[in-house]
């Protein structure tokens, strides 16, 4: 398996414009995860999904952020307007069934390192 | 509210024995759970326990123990390339607190 895909690796966009993060599961992974790193506040749970449906949204930071899953084998999370403080690595985690999400194994991709300008 | 702490840096030397703690602070605790993340890579699954006790993997053990709040993960056999971030984390009902992270340099 290739493990979690996340594109692109690198983005660096200026203040205001719409960015969007992808991201493609381990086949079979029921649960999805976005997180986003930055040295002030660490690894962060922004939202996940369980069969394609959003469990908890509670960390994401503003309405600014989005996050859908259409299918078992895509999600993306949107940033619209983009703004510097948004800069930050984000992960995309799958993990399986049997453990239930987050007590489960959770399988990171390379994450997306964002720059804002 | 809900922490974790942990020690920002520790130092260890080639194939000596190194433990990273953490005590934690949660309502409704469901484990504790140890990640490893190298210098711009993507944080690695270590282990979880839900259960008092010592689990082993290898060169890696960790520990809990409930009624102390504290936790451990111990690298044994300590090689160049366990130089990374550690991380423990508690995973909730519907939500996982990482603590910030312990820096593990290792000197040959």
């Known amino acids: 398996d290739a493990g979690v895909i996340q594109s692109p690796r690198h983005e660096v966009t200026e203040m205001g414009q719409e960015v969007t993060l992808r991201c493609k599961p381990i086949?079979?992974?029921?649960?999805l995860f976005w997180y986003r790193q930055t040295m002030m506040r660490g690894l962060e749970l922004l939202i996940y999904?369980?069969?394609?449906?959003?469990?908890?949204d509670s960390g994401m930071p503003e309405d600014r952020f989005s996050a859908k899953m259409p299918n078992a084998s895509f999600s993306t999370l949107k940033i619209q307007p983009s703004e510097p403080r948004d800069s930050a690595v984000y992960f995309c985690?799958?993990?399986?069934?049997?453990?239930?999400?987050?007590?489960?194994?959770?399988?990171f991709g390379p994450g997306t390192r964002l720059t804002v300008l | 509210g809900q922490s974790l702490e942990q020690p920002s840096e520790v130092t260890a030397v080639e194939g000596a024995i190194v433990q990273i703690n953490c005590t934690y602070q949660?309502?409704?605790?469901?484990?504790l759970s140890w990640y490893q993340q190298h210098d711009g890579g993507a944080p690695t699954f270590l282990s979880y326990n839900a259960l008092d006790g010592l689990e082993e993997t290898g060169r890696f053990s960790s520990f809990l123990s409930r009624s102390d709040s504290y936790g451990y993960l111990l690298l044994q056999e300590l090689q160049m390339k366990d130089s990374a971030s550690y991380f423990c984390?508690?995973?909730?009902?519907?939500?996982?607190?990482f603590g910030s992270g312990t820096r593990l340099s290792i000197r040959p």
């Open positions: 984390a508690v995973p909730g009902a519907s939500k996982i607190i």
């Open positions: 985690a799958s993990s399986p069934r049997e453990g239930g999400g987050l007590t489960d194994t959770q399988y």
């Open positions: 949660t309502s409704g605790f469901y484990g």
């Open positions: 999904f369980n069969n394609n449906v959003p469990i908890d």
């Open positions: 086949s079979g992974h029921d649960y």
